[in-house]
């Protein structure tokens, strides 16, 4: 179905008209010989393209941009080594459900299959990671496969759908159509959720007494947030949520309860434990939340809110399903709930909030890194928190206080190191009315620092709070409790100065190494308005408490006293 | 327990390989798949056979379905359609045996497809129980080579999938 007058342009422009029309304004990419008559193309666009130093970075920041403004972000490669450098990124935003569109070029039709100077099989690659993909063979396609491709990445659960772009494709002529809506026959995802299940539910909710809701990145994909908090404060529930569904209710309400799981609050590990039912609402059961399967929440019936069907009982037994959008759901479910009998429940989840919180041992002298992420949150109440991965991510899911959906971007799924930078970077571009902090280890913000050319050369005045405990700490952490202390190869002190490493690229390089400079140096790096990498010099062996040991139940936790 | 599952998709390039990576990827077993073009040029239908409680055929057929281009997954139960494998022998044979296969492939409504002086083919269809008698006694005079098409099934009935 199209509309509108058809005109001759080839692939390349078609292909940029259509991103037009689907509203794009910013791709991150790096060129190469296989997408070079697209480059050509896009050097009399008004598409703004940022050029990043390493294709994993491309990927990453699409899909900052996409979790910080809840468009789909687009990121551009040349074909084989450029199309696999993409892959770690499209792995990432496949496993957290985050709309990107990979633009991949390719040798021309004609080499395909010979193992062709710089060719690879990127659709076959990235079949297990990508919602879907497309190798485009006929370039009059191109307008019927942008469109699916957005409606595809956007739609039902978000994921990364790719393009593969043949180079001969890009430079044929075409008649450009662009079609006005989308007919997939296999793809029809349901919204809606189904009435009597609602009632159902709702029914559920009144019957129980001790009700816990547990939410998941579904909740921020839908902008469900409003609707999630109306739900809890009606049944008045508390509410627990999955690294992922950080921010969808601010830390401080009265009845948030933290994070739950591996490293969840106690209180919120207990509450879902002894709870008699849960409302789970766009999460999935990850391992990390349920621990031991066989022992979570045993004495619980389960209500489970999520737009992909094979979601639902994948690990856990599911008493009424609800396939649909979190939000619609949220709302029709309100219409038929009142408070339920929780009032001693929610007594005795506060007196667990009193009894156990969370907590680390304050120091004088040593920077720790609880306190960095403390001093993070009062000196930049809204910002866009981003993370790397490893002992930091967790500190900041614990330690920062969150009153906004889409300000707390970390790779939950798939665990990226590398993630947090480029991340921060698509963020910003996305959002640069926001402080956009990226809080880092010193092993992962090694992995993606070669983008500081990149926000220097863009402008891009992201702040990168290096946490340097001179370990891969988490790695260290588990080697401590489960190894005998046994530190293979997770010592990587001396590695780089990090105040040189920003300046050598024209950013800001700041370092604190007592408490006090902590919150004057994230200040002054903040206010700069310039990209900046703060190293902080933070206490080598603090550790990540609460835990829950892998394999154990979620209420057999090791806390700060016991070591 | 076996499922037969009949599965419409789109008649497209790639479309099998990501049916059957699926499996792969997921864990599941395929113990035979077969697939086709239908009466509809643009579609194809796949017949796989899975081993799996209900958990796993639950699991599978949502993951199938969640591929963009399947159109349909239904299981087709055993009791009320019609399932068939074709499979060809080829068996060791001299003309002391000759006559003795071939009343075995005439009990069975096989049928001879080659001859040759050492050995014949026999061409056989039916369900899976049916395949695995023949081969069974063919056994006995030596199969040089097999092959089978994996099993296709349809509902009986006016009923469609
Ligand atoms: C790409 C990648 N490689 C390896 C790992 C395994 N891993 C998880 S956490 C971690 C250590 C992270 O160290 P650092 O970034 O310094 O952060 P810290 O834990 O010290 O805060 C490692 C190696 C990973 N998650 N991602």
């Known amino acids: 179905m199209t509309t509108g007058s058809t005109e001759k342009v080839n692939g390349a422009k078609a292909l940029i008209k259509c991103l037009e029309k689907e509203g794009v304004d910013t791709l991150f990419g790096y060129p190469g010989g296989q997408i070079i008559p697209f ?53 990432t935003a496949y496993m957290d459900s985050v709309p990107i569109v990979a633009l991949t070029g390719q040798v021309p039709r ?19 990671i990508t919602k879907h993909n497309y190798l485009v063979q006929d370039p009059q396609e191109i307008p019927r496969i942008v469109k699916e491709a957005f409606h595809i990445a956007s739609t039902g659960r978000p994921g990364p759908v790719l393009i593969d772009l043949p180079k001969d494709v890009q430079n044929i002529e075409i008649d450009l159509q662009y079609p006005d809506r989308v007919e997939l026959r296999g793809y029809k995802p349901t919204y809606k959720g189904n009435t009597q299940q609602i009632k159902r539910a709702a029914e559920e909710i009144a019957n129980s007494c001790r009700p816990i809701i547990y ?71 990850d391992d990390r939340v349920t621990g031991k399967l066989e022992s979570f929440a045993p004495n619980a019936r389960v209500i489970h809110i999520d737009v992909d069907p094979a979601e639902i009982s994948k690990n856990v037994k599911v008493h009424i399903p609800i396939v649909g959008d979190a939000k619609q759901v949220l709302k029709s479910l309100i219409k038929y709930v009142q408070c339920c009998k929780s009032a001693e429940w929610i007594e005795k989840v506060n ?20 306190f960095v992420i403390e001093q993070i949150s009062e000196a930049c109440k809204d910002a866009i928190i981003v993370t790397e991965v490893g002992q930091h991510q967790m500190w900041a899911a614990q330690f920062f206080k969150y009153s906004k959906p889409r300000t707390f971007l970390t790779s939950g799924g798939l665990g990226t190191m590398g993630y947090g930078f480029p991340a921060a970077m698509g963020a910003k571009v996305g959002r640069p009315d926001k402080t956009v902090i990226n809080i880092a280890g010193d092993g992962s913000f090694q992995m993606n620092s070669q983008e500081l050319a990149t926000v220097v050369q863009n402008d891009i005045p992201v702040v990168s709070v290096v946490l340097n405990n001179g370990y891969l700490g988490m790695v260290r952490q588990w080697q401590e409790l489960f190894y005998d202390r046994r530190y293979s190869y997770t010592f990587i002190k001396g590695s780089v100065d990090f105040v040189k490493l920003a300046e050598a690229y024209g950013a800001l390089g700041l370092r604190a190494e007592k408490p006090s400079e902590v919150r004057p140096a994230i200040e002054e790096a903040v206010k700069s308005g310039r990209p900046a990498v703060v190293e902080v010099i933070v206490e080598c062996e603090a550790n990540v408490y609460p835990m829950v040991p892998a394999g154990a139940a979620i209420n057999e936790i090791i806390d700060l006293e016991e070591h | 327990m076996k499922h037969t599952l009949a599965v419409l998709v789109e008649n497209k390039s790639g479309v099998l390989s990501r049916v ?24 194809s239908r796949i017949t796989i056979v899975v081993h799996g409680d209900d958990h796993v055929l639950e699991q599978v057929t949502k993951q199938l379905n969640k591929l963009i281009d399947v159109i349909k997954v239904s299981d087709i139960g055993t009791d009320d359609a019609v399932e068939r494998e074709l499979a060809l022998i080829k068996v060791s044979a001299d003309v002391d045996t000759r006559a003795e296969i071939m009343q075995i492939a005439n009990i069975f409504r096989a049928r001879i497809v080659d001859v040759a002086p050492k050995s014949m083919t026999v061409e056989v269809t039916g369900d899976e129980s049916k395949i695995q008698a023949i081969e069974k006694l063919l056994r006995q005079f030596g199969i040089k080579e097999m092959v089978r098409t994996g099993k296709i099934a349809m509902v009986r009935g006016p009923k469609k999938v």
């Not at chain 1, 990927?59 to 789909?72: C, L, Q, V, W």
């Open chain 1, 39 to 91: 480059y050509n193309e896009l050097y009399d666009s008004d598409l703004r393209h940022i050029l990043v130093r390493h294709e994993q970075a491309a990927a990453h920041a699409a899909d900052g941009y996409a979790r910080a403004t809840g468009k789909t972000g687009v990121c551009v490669s040349t074909s084989g080594p450029g199309a696999t450098n993409l892959v770690t990124g499209i792995a």
């Open chain 1, 110 to 128: 004609s080499l395909i299959g010979n193992d062709a100077f710089q060719e690879a099989d990127i659709t076959g690659i990235t079949q297990p």
């Open chain 1, 215 to 285: 939410a998941g990145g579904g909740v921020i994909s839908s902008n469900a947030s409003a609707e999630l908090v109306e739900l809890a404060e009606t049944i008045v529930a508390p509410v627990t949520t999955t690294l992922m569904g950080i921010s969808c209710i601010p830390t401080e309400h009265p009845l948030y309860v933290g994070m739950l799981g591996m490293h969840g609050c106690k209180y919120a590990n207990y509450a879902i434990q002894e709870s008699d039912l849960i409302i789970a609402v766009g999460a999935r059961f």
């Open chain 1, 351 to 370: 007196q667990w909030k009193k009894e156990y919180p969370l907590a680390y041992r304050k120091s004088q002298d040593t920077i720790m890194p609880q």
């Open chain 2, 20 to 43: 059957a990576s699926l499996f792969s990827r997921r864990g599941y077993n395929i113990d035979s798949l077969a697939v086709g073009v239908t009466e509809d040029p643009d579609i």
